[in-house]
């Protein structure tokens, strides 16, 4: 079974500008997170989906947004990009509510804002 | 809301050693821990994961034990082998959620042939 994708997988972007990554699921997990990973922050949660709709959300302001195609896939988009949103963004996905809760990584997109 | 800590930050072994990583946690209501290996370049890989309603649990080599009167989790790798040199994360489901992590600060744990 294909694992988490996440495209792409480098970008780079100045600040001002608003962006969109991609996140495609494992085939039959209906539920995705997004996270941003940093050197001084480490690992923080941004935003949950499952069918569609944003079930859980992070501390994160609302230049960070996302949404659930009905095929699982994600995008999130973040908007006035700012130096501080450099980051690694990661997404996970998940079978909810089916027993096995764990969620699995993709090797997440690296963002340099400049 | 969750907090979690984890300790060390660095840790050196040489190889065939047990390497030892703690983590504590802030929020009763949290339910599910697990543990990810990250490597250079890579997103995180789950190693192994506990529920609250288990005390401890292994897997070959790696085993978590879990305390949830003193809210503190450890994972524990014996006979460690380069390859296991990476950074590990600690992690806690917010709020009850296992699709909200809340994450430690890792550790880096480098074997040393």
């Known amino acids: 079974k294909a694992g988490v994708t996440q495209t792409p997988r480098y970008l780079i972007k100045t600040r001002g500008q608003q962006v969109t990554l991609s996140c495609s699921p494992i085939?039959?997990?209906?539920?995705v997170s997004w996270y941003q990973q940093t050197p001084g922050q480490g690992l923080q949660f941004l935003f949950e989906?499952?069918?569609?709709?944003q079930r859980n959300k992070g501390n994160f302001p609302g230049r960070f947004s996302g949404r659930q195609f009905s095929n699982s896939r994600s995008e999130m988009n973040v908007s006035t990009l700012e130096l501080g949103d450099s980051a690694l963004y990661l997404c996970?996905?998940?079978?909810w509510g089916q027993g096995d809760e764990t969620q699995y990584f993709g090797p997440g997109t690296r963002l340099l804002v400049l | 809301g969750e907090n979690v800590e984890q300790h060390p930050s660095t840790l050196s072994v040489q190889e065939g050693d047990s390497a030892v990583i703690k983590c504590t946690y802030s929020?009763?209501?949290?339910?599910?821990f697990p543990w990810y290996k990250q490597e250079l370049g890579k997103g995180p890989q789950l190693i192994i994961d506990?529920?609250?309603?288990?005390g401890e649990k292994k897997d070959q080599r790696i085993a978590v034990t879990l305390n949830k009167t003193a809210k503190h989790f450890s994972l524990h790798i014996t006979e460690t082998q380069p390859e296991d040199s990476a950074v590990y994360f600690c992690?806690?489901?917010?709020?009850?959620?296992?699709?909200?992590?809340?994450f430690g600060k890792g550790t880096k744990l480098s074997v040393k042939p």
């Open positions: 996970a996905s998940r079978l």
């Open positions: 929020d009763s209501a949290s339910n599910y």
């Open positions: 506990i529920r609250s309603n288990v």
């Open positions: 992690a806690a489901s917010g709020g009850g959620s296992q699709g909200n992590l809340i």
């Open positions: 085939s039959g997990h209906r539920s």
């Open positions: 989906y499952f069918s569609e709709t």
